[in-house]
């Protein structure tokens, strides 16, 4: 469980959290929603220690992270998977050794067990065989499951997903929303998803909260989400006909 | 450099000499970089010290037009100043704009595509893995080029010479045998020290504080270069203040 307790965070006299809390449960995906500029993804990287929250509390199962110095956080980094919004995938690597890398860098493990172990988890993003592909050679869908394929190399126990679906077409969308899913199931992961995608809120949102203009406005799950009748958060949802004529028919 | 920016460029530094996570990776990464930077750089280097070599020894000549100067000194003058000042400093800024812009481009693009938050989120020391094997490639392999270029210079200013006519092969050699000081060998390789730890460490500082995109990485790729130009003449002058 990773909870999080009065997150502060500005740059410069911008201030871009103004007080965030909430607690993301293991084996559920975690959505953090809102629109541009409400503070989605400075809270995620304020979680793991990409940007340093002003005040405020980050605990991955009760052990403070905000605190801990460069050494102190590598133990808890080495049970962190993240996918970046645009994969980040290492250019000059292969798919192989881009998903070999953490295990190179961490493990004692001979070469055949780290493949074993790549070529697992390219199974499990259904890339079988791609091994050799370097980034450039990917498309946008495939970069994407390259890095959840890398992201839980190690076995994390804390996946973090920053807009999973941006440049996606709505059926690979679909693809890696239920890829996540399956993996938070599988391996009782806290995963904590940060999107503006509605397919996404709507299909795998376990436990959802709904940032607007730095704060915490809304917490609860996808079934609840269709329900409220608070004026941002309806806003932000329904905010295509197309979702708003689906709202009405519910 | 501000004083702001000079801190931060400290400070990266100290985190860039952390202990390794795992030496054997970092090995590999030295030798790729050494690779990229010695062998890469060779053919660059030969050919601008060759024909500098050359150049000098017929300006020599030519302003060295007296009876009652030797023509021997052509070698002698053509020697210290390649060993002293042209091979390390030409070198050293030739490589600023070769080598800098590429560390400076390859780590600010790193650092806009997230590669650089996913080593970080890994519990990855960026600064360690980017910048260590580049620094230690830079401080090893620029002294060689130096060495090369210095040897270059001076036979390039033989061909050079004995081709125009301006001296002859054995006023060349004798002039490059008589009264050499080893000591001018020492304060080149320092410089080339130097120059090496500049011309990696101040390229991977711009690159690594980028923010943006394609146009800020290319702008901080041209004042790696520029900022790393000035300092080498900067330090070219404070290190031959110290030692000569």
């Known amino acids: ?26 084996g559920v995906t975690n959505l953090i929603i809102g ?49 970046f919004q645009g994969s980040a995938l290492f250019d000059s690597m292969t798919v192989e050794e881009n998903i070999m890398f953490p295990l190179n860098m961490f493990t004692d493990q001979a070469r055949s067990e780290k493949l074993d172990r790549v070529n ?32 839980i190399a190690m076995n994390p126990k804390y996946l973090f997903c920053d807009e999973p679906n941006s440049g996606l ?40 909260i709904f940032l607007h203009e730095g704060k915490k406005f809304w917490e609860g799950s996808n079934k609840e989400i269709a329900k409220t009748d608070i004026q941002e958060l309806n806003d932000f949802v329904f905010a295509s006909r197309f979702m708003k004529a689906a709202k009405d028919k519910l | 450099m501000n004083f702001t920016n000079f801190g931060k460029y400290i400070l990266l530094l100290k985190a860039a000499f952390r202990r390794p996570e795992k030496m054997k990776i970092y090995l590999k990464a030295i030798f790729q970089e050494m690779d990229f930077i010695g062998r890469g750089s060779l053919g660059l280097i030969s050919i601008i010290s060759t024909f500098i070599g050359a150049v000098m020894t017929l300006q ?19 020697r210290d100043s390649s060993i002293l000042e042209l091979s390390p400093t030409i070198s050293a800024i030739v490589l600023a704009g070769k080598i800098g812009s590429a560390i400076s481009s390859e ?30 490639a830079g401080i090893t392999m620029v002294p060689v080029l130096v060495i090369i270029s210095m040897f270059l210079s001076i036979t390039g200013g033989y061909i050079g010479g004995t081709l125009s006519g301006a001296v ?64 080498i003449l900067a330090c070219d002058y404070i290190v031959t203040q110290l030692l000569l």
Do not use: W
Not at chain 1, 1 to 20: A, C, T, Y
Not at chain 1, 129 to 143: D, H, I, Q, R
Not at chain 1, 184 to 192: A, C, D, G, K
Not at chain 2, 61 to 76: E, H, M, N, R, Y
């Open chain 2, 168 to 231: 002859t092969a054995a006023e060349y050699m004798q002039g490059i045998t008589t009264d050499f000081n080893p000591y001018t060998i020492t304060v080149a390789l320092v410089k080339a020290f130097v120059f090496g730890f500049i011309i990696t460490s101040v390229p991977a500082y711009e690159g690594f504080y980028v923010k943006g995109g394609a146009l800020e990485v290319a702008q901080a790729s041209t004042r790696a270069v520029v900022i790393s130009c000035i300092s």
């Open chain 1, 35 to 83: 629109g541009s500029g409400s503070g989605k993804t400075t809270l995620l990287k304020c979680m793991i220690g990409l940007h340093h929250p002003e005040q405020g509390h980050v605990y991955y199962d009760g052990r403070e992270f905000t605190q801990l110095n460069f050494e102190e956080r590598i133990e808890i980094r080495k049970e962190i998977g993240m996918l």
């Open chain 2, 60 to 78: 020599i000549a030519f302003q060295l037009v007296s009876d009652l100067i030797p023509k021997t000194i052509i070698g002698s003058v053509n």
């Open chain 2, 107 to 136: 780590i600010g693009t790193m650092r806009v595509t997230e590669q650089i938050d996913a080593l970080e989120i890994m519990g990855i020391n960026a600064p360690g893995y980017l910048i260590l094997p580049k620094i230690l």
């Open chain 1, 1 to 26: 469980m990773i909870e999080i307790k009065d997150i502060h965070k500005s740059f410069g006299d911008n201030e871009v959290l103004k007080g965030i809390s909430g607690k993301f449960q293991e």
């Open chain 1, 169 to 208: 077409d709505p059926k690979t969308s679909i693809v890696i929303d239920e890829l996540i899913k399956e993996i938070t199931e599988e391996y009782n992961t806290t995963t904590i998803v940060v999107t503006h995608d509605m397919n996404s809120v709507m299909g795998i949102g376990d436990y959802i």
């Open chain 1, 120 to 151: 697992f988890c390219l199974e499990r993003v259904n890339l079988e065989g791609k091994n050799a592909l370097y980034p450039a050679e990917l498309s946008g869908g495939m970069k994407k499951r390259v890095g959840i394929a890398r992201a």
